[in-house]
């Protein structure tokens, strides 16, 4: 092994960020990410001070043989976004079907001046 090169970053996947599409609905924002490969159980998301990032770890297909040309490389997903008070943190649900994560950003709910009525009585 060469100096310098620390044996867990040659261990760790490649990281690529994920495609995504984004919604603005009248209740929430809609953040569609593809990320191949990546099962339910290996996506995280965490929201820390307004930025949200998204992780999904993908397992490398086992070898079946000498690799003789590759265009496909598998790696791990990561992208991060920056919230604004427009959305409601307490309000974040996700989701993940074949490789898509779907998440809901609710928007909060506007506090709009009403009108008291007043009982006589």
């Not at 060469?2 to 867990?8: A, M, P, S, T, V």
């Not at 009248?26 to 953040?31: A, C, K, R």
């Amino acid at each position: 092994m060469q100096k310098g090169i620390n044996r867990e970053d040659m261990d760790r996947n490649p990281e690529f960020a994920p495609a995504v599409d984004i919604y603005d609905r009248e209740d929430e924002i809609v953040l569609v990410a593809d990320m191949p490969g990546v099962p339910a159980d290996a996506v995280d998301i965490d929201l820390d001070r307004g930025e949200l990032t998204i992780r999904g770890r993908v397992n490398p297909p086992p070898a079946s043989g000498q690799v003789v040309f590759q265009e496909y490389q598998t790696g791990d997903f990561v992208r991060t976004f920056t919230l604004t008070d427009d959305i409601d943190p307490n309000e974040i649900a996700a989701e993940m079907s074949n490789g898509v994560l779907k998440l809901h950003l609710k928007k909060p709910v506007e506090r709009k001046p009403r009108k008291i009525p007043v009982k006589a009585g």
